[in-house]
């Protein structure tokens, strides 16, 4: 399980320093992608397998299931860590996010963000606002 917060700085050759404390569940391989923000999102392969299998259960009559299946797989790709812990993000994938060097990684219980710093300090500043609450009310939780 992915949980808390860690920054890191991506190296001149694009390459990114997985936390010690995540590198167990990602050993097997994982799959990084575009996410629903200016962010990335990191599945253990495990995981996203299931992701995987779920949209492909999806008609590809229905033009959002191709429209999501654009956005999700043809950003992917598929890589294993190296004996450091690091995985080397594309520019494409960079660009994307405008993660520059500066980098926050972010547990999101079964997968993880990344984030460029600053634009994690701006989520995270929104999310903590007091008002937020009545917000997130009708969730549930």
Known sequence: MFLG????TI????????????????AAGLVVTRGF???LV????TEWE???ADIMSRPVSDTSVREFRR???????DLEPD???RILLPPYLREF?????????????NYIELWQADSWSAVRQDFEASENGDRWANLGF
């Open 83 to 85: 004996r450091q812990g």
């Open 50 to 52: 299931k992701l995987a």
């Open 71 to 77: 956005r999700v797989f043809s950003g992917a790709i």
């Open 5 to 8: 917060e860690y920054s890191h």
């Open 11 to 26: 190296d001149d050759k694009g390459r990114l320093t997985i936390p010690a404390r995540f590198r167990g569940e990602l």
């Open 97 to 109: 996010a405008a993660i520059q060097n500066e980098v926050t990684l972010v547990g999101m219980y």
């Open 42 to 45: 990191v599945y253990p392969i």
């Open 37 to 39: 923000d200016q962010n």
